[in-house]
Nanobody, 116 residues
């Protein structure tokens, strides 16, 4: 069964940090580019960051540059997102997904709440 399982969400104060992880199974992880996509309450989906299959190239939405860092460990079939300097507007459900522009497989999401 193809599966993506996110973890690491929670509550954090503005300016704080969180690290999200995504565990992949059921497919050849290192064949696929991966992305993080988020959905804020009452809003649409927003692409956050992506990484090539070999980890050699990373991409970020403009508002995340310098604050978020995407990485992957192909030996462990995991995808991570280090989020620093978090803002209230980063509050959202964060999903990992296969692909960079077309997202064929999605995880169930993990909620990140940034609030004082």
């Amino acid at each position: 069964e193809v599966q993506l399982v996110e973890s690491g969400g929670g509550w954090v104060q503005p300016g704080g940090s969180l690290r999200l992880s995504c565990a992949a199974s059921g497919f050849t992880f290192d064949d696929y580019a991966m992305s993080w996509v988020r959905q804020a309450p009452g809003k649409g989906l927003e692409w956050v960051s992506g990484i090539r299959s070999n980890g050699g190239r990373t991409y970020y939405a403009e508002s995340m540059k310098g604050r978020f860092t995407i990485s992957r460990d192909n030996a462990k079939n995991t995808l991570d997102l280090q989020m620093d300097s978090l803002k209230s507007e980063d509050t959202a459900v964060y999903y990992c997904a296969t692909g960079l522009t077309y997202f064929a497989v999605w995880g169930q999401g993990t909620l990140v709440t940034v609030s004082s």
